[in-house]
């Protein structure tokens, strides 16, 4: 029996991680829950699942909480330290990071420090930090298992003990990274301009939280997933093509120096990669429909074009400029994203403010975590700083 911590487990990852445990009662139990600020889903949550802790980030959240599961043996815990507790408890097996955005770095290297089993969904967290994320991970032999949906392929398709390791050695020509391409893909360029949340948030493929749909449409998503990938198997850039792949069947591949071209195919459906992190090295049922490559009938690949999706350059960019680049990458496109769901600026302003705020800002060290957490904070101040100046 393994119990768990989910972080962010009223989101869409959380969710689909609690439809997985609801199949496995006799493998996984719920130790503890965390959300921001819903604490009307966190009821309905624990009294399904029962844990030992549920933590609202928000300290009104919890209050209401507290009330409502009076009834409850569960405890309830609010802020970051509510997080990185249940985060790091001794009690804990697997911890599943599925916060959104930068919030979720504190309590994710918690788990790291710890030693667990850290499932990331929270890519931020790396991105903004990951050469001294993937040092903890090594230094406390945390076993770090990416759930992101590419990544994921990405583990499956190289040798057993990729993560942190490098690919020197494996035979890999390359990593190929897919992506949709988003809602927008087929749209006029004329039309950017005046596209709306709805639109943005309504991806073709995936059902997601509203941030990383938006990062879908700009393909700033496929570009923290480029860093999220240089990190988590120790490649540059360069190792890394981006294909776009409109049906997002084929998940990631890896090709071969024999020319052999492994790829993992499947539904778009996060509840596979969830759990096969879950559950690695076995496989266990995870409620998605088998694959049907008759119905699916056809794979199409072409290149992403730079006109269409400026983030992906950016991303590039803050790569290559190393240090806290990608921390203040990171902060300004949340700003950015945050903005535009506000209906504050238009999506086509997204990319241009996130240059700015690059541009603005020299390279620093990313060498501790007090560098990075200033460089996230000072990125997020000069971005909405920007923001209040155009509207
Ligand atoms: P979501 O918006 O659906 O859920 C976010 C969760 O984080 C919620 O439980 C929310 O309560 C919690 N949260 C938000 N702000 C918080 C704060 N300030 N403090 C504490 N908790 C907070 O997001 P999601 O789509 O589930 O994405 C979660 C993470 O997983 C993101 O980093 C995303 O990039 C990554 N991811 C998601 C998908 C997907 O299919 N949804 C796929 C790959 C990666
Ligand atoms: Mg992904």
Redesign the pocket.
């Known amino acids: 029996m393994k119990r768990l911590t989910i972080?962010?487990?009223?989101?869409?990852?959380?969710q689909s991680t609690l439809d997985i445990v609801a199949l496995h009662p006799d493998r996984y139990r719920i130790y503890a829950l965390?959300?921001?600020?819903?604490d009307r889903e966190m009821e309905r949550l624990c009294r399904r699942f029962n844990p030992a802790f549920a933590v609202m980030?928000n300290d009104d959240s919890a209050h209401k909480l507290q009330q409502a599961i009076a009834d409850l043996s569960t405890e309830v815990l609010s802020g970051e330290a509510g997080?990185t507790a249940v985060a790091a408890a001794a009690e804990v097996d697997i911890v599943v990071a599925?916060?959104?955005?930068s919030?979720?770095l504190m309590p994710t290297l918690a788990a790291v420090r710890a030693g667990k089993r850290v499932l990331l969904?929270?890519?931020?967290s790396l991105v903004m930090a990951g050469a001294l994320f993937m040092d903890e991970v090594r230094r406390h032999n945390a076993e770090l298992l990416p759930?992101?949906?590419e990544h994921n392929a990405i583990f499956q398709c190289l040798p057993a003990g990729s993560i942190g390791s490098g690919i020197a050695g494996k035979g890999v020509r390359k990593i190929v990274l897919t992506g949709s391409g988003g809602p927008f893909r087929d749209l006029d360029l004329e039309a950017f301009d005046d596209v709306t949340p709805e639109q943005a948030c309504a991806h073709p493929n995936?059902?997601?939280?509203?941030?990383?749909s938006v990062?879908s449409a700009t393909m700033m998503?496929k570009g923290l997933e480029l860093i999220e990938a240089c990190w988590l198997f120790d490649v540059d850039h360069h190792d890394v093509e981006i294909l776009l792949h409109r049906q997002s069947i084929i998940h990631s591949m890896v090709s071969y120096n024999d020319g052999s071209v492994i790829a993992q195919l499947g539904n778009p459906d996060?509840r596979t990669p969830i759990a096969n992190a879950l559950a690695w090295p076995e496989r266990i049922e995870s409620g998605v429909e088998p694959l049907n490559l008759l119905q699916v009938s056809q794979l199409d690949f072409t290149l992403a074009d730079d006109l269409r999706y400026p983030c992906l350059a950016l991303a590039r960019q803050a790569w290559q400029q190393g240090g806290d680049s990608m921390a203040v990458l990171n902060a300004a496109n949340e700003v950015a994203v945050a903005n535009f769901l506000d209906r504050k600026i238009r999506f086509t302003e997204i990319p241009g403010l996130i240059n700015e705020v690059m541009e603005r800002t020299s390279t620093g060290s990313a060498a501790d975590l007090a560098a990075i957490l200033d460089a996230d904070a000072s990125a997020r101040r000069l971005a909405s700083e920007l923001v209040k100046a155009r509207v």
């Not at 965390?34 to 819903?38: K, M």
């Not at 995936?206 to 990383?212: N, S």
């Open positions: 972080l962010g487990a009223t989101g869409s990852i959380g965390t959300a921001n600020a819903s980030r997080l599925a916060i959104v955005g919030v979720g969904a929270n890519k931020e759930v992101d949906s995936w059902d997601m939280g509203p941030k990383i990062d998503n996060m």
